[in-house]
């Protein structure tokens, strides 16, 4: 009666392994697939703006992301739902570039998005 127990035990390790590899693989290929937007926040003469704020926008949830730019200018928003469009602005004193747009259907990555701070900004 020994070895049918055994075996019993031994089949039902072997099961959850096999289970298991699969959800573990799952979780790593999720990882992979997320998204990353960086780049440089410059002024009109093409000049890196440390401290330049950056915001990004999660077009599905509104839920707003702030990053300071670093000594280099440089911003990075690392994690970023591949399915979800994105809007990506910089401000930095009294100037702002552009809105930027990333769509779901964009399936790079890292995705590179230099800001150019040109105009003034409007009073809200």
Not at 11 to 16: S, T
Not at 28 to 57: F, H, M, N, W
């Amino acid at each position: 009666m020994k070895i049918p127990a055994l075996l019993q035990i031994v089949a039902v390790i072997a099961l959850g392994m096999v289970f298991a590899l699969p959800a573990a693989s799952q979780d790593k290929k999720s990882d992979a697939q997320l998204r990353t937007i960086r780049g440089t926040v410059l002024d009109k003469d093409e000049t890196p703006r440390p401290s330049g704020i950056v915001y990004l926008l999660n077009a599905k949830t509104q839920a707003v992301k702030t990053y300071i730019a670093d000594e280099a200018g440089n911003y990075r928003f690392s994690g970023l739902d591949p399915n979800v469009d994105y809007e990506v602005h910089a401000e930095f004193q009294d100037m702002t570039s552009g809105t930027r747009t990333i769509s779901s259907f964009d399936s790079r990555r890292d995705v590179e998005v230099p800001l150019k701070l040109s105009r003034k900004k409007t009073a809200k």
